[in-house]
C-alpha cells in the first residue's frame, strides 16, 4: 500500500477517525464507512481505497495488533492501532509517521513490531479470535485446520455472482463481463455462479443493471439449490432477508408458482423490491410478518413444497466480509433458542412429502447440527436427506465434499472458498 509521504498525515487522521467510530463494535463497520464518506465527500477514490482496506484489515487482525501495541508498550487505542497495522501490513516506516498523531512514539512502535515474538503470543492473538470464538472452532477443529481456517477467514472474500439463468447462459454472461474489462471465471461448484478476484464497480455494469447478475456467495447459491425447486411450485424463504435467495428460487421456478418471502424486517424486505424488478422476478410474494408465530402464516399451513429457512445466526462464516462481527458479544445460547423457534414454526409450512431446508452463515455447532438433531428428536415425521445426494442431482461437481459424515452441507473458506455456510435438508413423509 504505497502512499505519497505528503498524503502519508490526511490518510493516517482518515483512518484514525473511522476506527475511533468502530471501536465500540455498536454499528457495522460498512456503515459506520459509508456514513464517513457521505460526511466527507471531498476525499478521492484513492483515499477511500485507503481508508477502508486500512480500517478492513485492522478489523480483521485485532487482537494481533493489540498485541503489538502492547509489546510496544502503548495504549491499543485507535491512532497506535492503525500505525501498527501500516508498519506490519503495509510497508510504512517510521518516517511516514512522523506528520501524525503517534509521532512521539513512533520509533517505539517500529521496534515493538520488529521484536516481536510471536511464539509467546496466545493463541488467539496469532489467530486473531475472540476468546470464546477460539474455544468453540478449538472444540471442534485439530490445531492445524484451525489455523488454516482462521487465516482464511483473516483474508478478504472475492466476489461472486449469480447468473439469472433463467434469462441467460452463464457462458454469454461471463463472455460479456469479460469483454467489459471485468475478469471472471466459473465458481467451481456452483453452477449458476461466476467469481471476480478483485472487487470493483460491478453495480454499473449492464450485467447487473439488466438482472443478469446478483452478488451472492457461492455458498449461498448451494443453500438455494438444494430446495430444487421446479416450475410451479410454492416454496416459502422464511426469513428472506434482502432476496437473494429468493431471486435464486424465482429464476429456477422460470418465474412460475409462487415464492412467499417472508420476513420481520420491513427494511430488508423494502431493499428486495429494485431486485425483483431487475431480474424481472413476477412470482415472488412479499410478506412482511411480526414473528415466526405472525397470524398471517396461518394460511398457507401446509401447503409449501419446500421452505427454506436461513435462520438468524452469529455469522462467523461471514468473517471474510464483516470482520467486526469476530469481536461482539454474542449470546451463542440465546440465538439457539430463536433458531429453534423459527425452525418448529416454519415446518407448519411444508405439505406431506415436501422439504424443510435449515441453514445458517455460521460457523459453530450449538447453531447448527445441535439445532438439527433437536428437531428431529421431535418432529419423527422428518428424515435426514444427505445435501450430497442433492447437490449432485442439481449437477454440482466433487458434492461428497461439502458434506460432513451426517450428510449435512458445510462449506468452510479454507476448504472450498466460500464463506462459511450450513445447511441440513429435512424431507416429511408424505
Not at 471501536?23 to 476525499?43: C, G, T
Not at 517500529?110 to 478449538?138: C, F
Request: hydrophobic share 40%; with cysteine.
Amino acid at each position: 500500500m504505497t502512499v505519497n509521504p505528503a498524503h502519508a498525515r490526511t490518510r493516517f487522521r482518515q483512518a484514525q477517525e473511522l476506527v475511533e467510530s468502530l471501536l465500540d463494535f455498536a454499528v457495522p463497520a460498512d456503515q459506520v464507512i459509508e456514513r464517513y464518506f457521505k460526511a466527507n465527500r471531498q476525499m478521492g477514490s484513492k483515499d477511500r481505497g485507503f481508508a477502508a482496506e486500512t480500517v478492513y484489515g485492522i478489523l480483521r487482525h485485532l487482537r494481533e495488533l493489540q498485541r503489538l501495541c502492547q509489546d510496544a508498550e502503548q495504549a491499543p487505542d485507535a491512532a497506535n492501532l492503525v500505525a501498527v497495522y501500516l508498519l506490519s501490513k503495509a510497508g510504512w516506516g517510521a518516517r511516514m509517521l512522523q506528520d501524525t498523531a503517534v509521532r512521539a512514539h513512533a520509533e517505539d512502535l517500529v521496534r515493538g513490531v520488529r521484536t516481536a515474538n510471536r511464539e509467546d503470543w496466545l493463541p488467539a492473538e496469532r489467530l486473531n479470535l475472540s476468546d470464546d470464538a477460539l474455544d468453540r472452532l478449538g472444540a471442534r477443529f485439530d490445531a492445524t485446520e484451525l489455523t488454516s481456517l482462521a487465516r482464511a477467514l483473516n483474508q478478504p472474500a472475492p466476489v461472486d455472482m449469480r447468473v439469472n439463468t433463467w434469462r441467460h447462459k452463464r457462458a454469454d454472461v461471463q463472455a460479456a463481463l469479460q469483454a467489459a474489462g471485468y475478469d471472471c471465471n466459473l465458481t467451481p461448484y456452483s453452477p449458476l455462479g461466476l467469481r471476480r478476484a478483485q472487487r470493483g464497480p460491478l453495480f454499473g455494469t449492464r450485467e447487473f443493471r439488466d438482472g443478469q447478475i446478483e452478488i451472492q456467495d457461492e455458498g449461498s447459491q448451494l443453500i438455494g439449490l438444494l430446495a430444487q425447486a421446479r416450475p410451479r411450485q410454492k416454496i416459502a424463504d422464511f426469513c428472506a432477508g434482502a432476496g437473494g435467495k429468493a431471486l435464486l428460487l424465482s429464476a429456477e421456478m422460470r418465474n412460475t408458482g409462487v415464492v412467499l418471502a417472508c420476513d420481520v424486517s420491513a427494511r430488508r424486505l423494502q431493499n428486495m423490491r429494485p431486485r425483483l424488478k431487475r431480474a424481472g422476478a413476477d412470482n415472488i410474494r412479499i410478506l412482511h410478518i411480526r414473528d415466526e408465530r405472525d397470524a398471517q402464516l396461518q394460511k398457507h399451513t401446509a401447503s409449501c413444497d419446500a421452505v427454506l429457512v436461513d435462520a438468524p445466526c452469529s455469522g462467523s462464516g461471514t468473517w471474510r466480509r464483516n470482520p467486526d462481527m469476530k469481536w461482539r458479544d454474542i449470546n451463542i445460547a440465546e440465538l439457539g433458542e430463536l433458531q429453534t423457534r423459527i425452525l418448529r414454526a416454519a415446518e407448519m409450512l411444508v405439505k406431506p412429502g415436501g422439504r424443510l431446508i435449515y441453514a445458517t452463515c455460521s460457523l459453530f455447532e450449538e447453531e447448527n447440527q445441535a439445532v438439527v438433531e433437536s428437531f428431529l428428536n421431535d418432529h419423527p415425521q422428518y428424515q435426514l436427506v444427505p445435501a450430497n445426494q442433492v447437490l449432485e442431482q442439481c449437477g454440482v461437481p466433487e458434492a461428497d465434499s461439502l458434506v460432513d459424515a451426517a450428510g449435512m452441507l458445510q462449506m468452510l473458506p479454507h476448504r472450498h472458498g466460500t464463506d462459511g455456510f450450513f445447511a441440513a435438508v429435512l424431507q416429511k413423509t408424505g
